[in-house]
Structure formats: structure tokens, C-alpha cells
């Protein structure tokens, strides 16, 4: 039983054990598996282990160990996230200083090349001509000649007496710059992010502005038109103040408009859909429209002189300005020789309605009135041989006595013709001027209460 107890606690003490070891590899196995690359350096320049590697004021690593090199160079194990990794070769790496304020305040600052370019293996070095060391500040100072440093240290002290007893004030406008600094480091870290997007505008650019550099005779022209037009805008100065003032309004209709003219285009949809059928039979028909509307180019170019030509009075525009006083007198009241006259059109209207009457009663004698004309501008007839001669009627001339016509003197035409005549025959119907026919279908009477009288007729009827 002491045997048995004892192989327990063994066996529990082993299995507590593995355990411990299985965790330690999970911990501390972890993180070998993480990218790391080797940068060697001139100097350390007072890195410490622990410092951040970033690109661009972003993180992507830290520095994991510093070693002396057989040549007495510094080399500086980086350890990369792997969002940043691989690295690629042609990395520039750079020792910066955060602030002057301190001494071991270092950190790695990563210049990344195109994503193109071969990858740094894991573990892989990058040689001291792609790194450059850290300048400190008195090295720098160093440089300097005597005369040098003590005009520096004068500039150093008149800034100290320029900000005396002006530290609150000089405090607040720093709280003032650092929105606008944080921005820019907000605007350059993304510009870095995508490092070969930014290259290619740039080189763009550089197109752009050679092209703009040929062009310098034709864009130094369009820059002269431009200086004449706005010469010119500023002429019209009063004009263009009336139409920026009437512009709001102008803009409040419009918008207006556009809102109906989207529902608009929305109705519209259906017609375009029904469209589609057609449009494709409408290409051959333009394509035959096209030498049509070649061909048009004269009569439309004369039609434009004709509607449009310099001069006065010479084209159909100045037909329509003239038309404007004469449609004035034709339509509207106009005030001629001390009195209000009537217009031209309404004149007209009121003579028409009261010459209806008058028309309607004339209208029966039309057949009287063209039988007039026709015997009086075709009298005789027509042979082969050419006009017959014409026979003019003479009343009161010539009489017949005795079975011979005689002239009658003209002291007594008068007496004859009312002895032999039929005056005063003012009121005939339709077809009294027409001798009477066996079917009594002249003289015409059109209703019973028409002024006409029936017994008008031509003499010997």
C-alpha cells in the first residue's frame, strides 16, 4: 500500500510537470515563430532594446537585441508584425531621435519600397549602406567654430528672453497647433500607407506639367482670352449685379422644376423601356438622314440669312418687328387724329355681321350677276376662222317704222324709251333678268316672305 501511495504521488508530480513544459513551449515557443530582420548600423546611436520600429509614425515592431558585428558594427534584430511583414528589399532603415529632451529616446524609422520588389528572408540583414546612424545634437555643435557656437548661443538666449514670463500664452497656442499637427501626421501617414499610389501621381503630375510645358504658347493664348473676357465681365459689372440678384429666385424656381422633372423622368421610364424596339429601326433611317442633312447645308445656311442678316430691314426678323405696330392697329384700340379708333380686326368683324344681311339677300341673285359678266365679256361666239364680231347694243337709237329701222332724233329718245320700256324695275327676284321659260323656273322666289317681285320682267314677257 506505501508502494502504491508513493507511485501516485510520482505520477502526479510527472503529469504536473509535462504540463509546465507544454505551457512554457506554448508561451515561449510562440514567439519565435514572429518575422524578424537584422539591420546593421555605423553606431547604435544610444538604441536601447525595446524601442519602436515604425513607418511613417505608425508601430510595426520594436527592437528585440543589439550585437557588436566582427567588423565593429552595431546590428539591430528588429522583430516586424506581421501585418508589415515581409519586408522587402531596398528597406532604408533610419535611426531618429523622438525629441531633444532626452538621450535614450530612439526609435527605428522604416522607408518601404514597392510591394514588387523580392522579399527580405526571415532573419535576413539589411547592410549598412541601405541605414543611416543618428546625428546627436552636440556632434552637430561640434561642427561649429568658436565664433559659430557663441552666435548660436546669443540666438539661444534672445529666444529665452523672447518668451519670458510668456510661457501660459506660449502654452495655449501650442494647444492650438496640436489639432493642426495631428492632422498633418493623420494626412502624411496615410499618404506613406499606400507609398505606390502616391508615386504614381506624382510621376502624373510631372506628365501633366511637361504636357502643360509644350502647350505654353496655346495656354498662354487661352490665358489671354480669359483676361479679355473677365476685362469684358467687368464692363457688364451693373448687368451681371441685376442677374445675381435675380438669381435666388431664379434658383428657388429652378429647384422647383427639377423636383418635378424627377418624377417626370420616373413616368418617362416606361416610354424609354417601349423605346428600345425602335431605337434599334432608327439607326439605318439616320444613317440614310445623314446625306440628307449634308445635302440641307445650303438651303439651311440661306435660311439663316433669311432669317437673320445684317442691316435694317432686310430679313424676316425685321418682318416680325414691324409686324408688332401693325398687329397693334389690328387688334387693339389706337388713338388716330384726335380720336380713339377702333382696331383694324374688330372693325372688320362688326362690317362682316352687318353685311349678313345684305349677302344673304344678294345670294339668289349670283347665277344673274355671272350670267352679266359672261355676256357682257363674251359676246358673239368662236369659229375656226377666229372671233365673231361683237354686237353692242344701243337703246333709244333706231326705231322701226314702216317695216324699216329709222334712227330716232335724239330730242325724243327719251319719249320712246318710256313708251317702250318697263322703268323703275328695282325689286326683280332671281332669274327676272332672263326672259320666261315653259317651266315657270324663272323668275325664282326662294320663300314667300322674300322681297322680291314676280312681275318684274324683260319687256315683251
Known sequence: MRNSGSLARAAAFAAVLVAAVAAAVILLGGSGGAYTVKAQFQNASQLVKGNL????????????????????????????????????????????????????????????????RPAIADGGTIQETS??????????????????????QQVLQGSGRQYAERGEQFNAGIGYLNPALSTSSMLFRELNRDTPLLERFIVSSSKLVTDLADRREDLAGLIDNLATTTTAIGDEQAALSDAIEVLPDFLRRSNTT??????A???????????????KKLRPFLAELRPLARDARPTLRDLSQLLGRKGPDNDL???????????????RSYTDNGKVREGAFPASVKALKGTTPQLAFLRPYSPDVLGWFDDFSHPGGVDALGGVSRVAPHVNAFAFLDGTLSPIPPEIRSQALQAAGFPRQTNRCPGGAEHLQPDNSVPYKPSKDFNCDETQVLPGD
Open 265 to 279: 423622368l420616373e413616368d418617362i421610364d416606361p416610354l424609354v423601356e417601349a423605346s428600345k424596339p425602335v431605337a
Open 258 to 263: 427639377f423636383v418635378n422633372l424627377r418624377a
Open 53 to 116: 520600429v515604425q513607418v511613417a509614425g505608425t508601430k510595426m515592431g520594436e527592437v528585440k537585441k543589439i550585437e557588436l558585428t566582427d567588423g565593429g558594427q552595431a546590428e539591430v534584430t528588429m522583430r516586424i508584425d506581421e501585418d508589415f511583414a515581409p519586408l522587402r528589399q531596398g528597406t532604408l532603415v533610419t535611426v531618429r531621435q523622438a525629441s531633444l529632451s532626452g538621450v535614450a529616446n530612439r526609435y527605428l524609422d522604416l522607408r518601404i519600397p514597392p510591394q514588387n
Open 317 to 331: 426678323v425685321d418682318l416680325t418687328k414691324a409686324a408688332v405696330p401693325l398687329a397693334n392697329v389690328a387688334t
Open 131 to 152: 541605414t543611416t546612424t543618428a546625428v546627436d545634437l552636440d556632434a552637430l555643435f561640434n561642427t561649429f567654430d568658436p565664433p559659430t557656437q557663441k552666435a548660436l
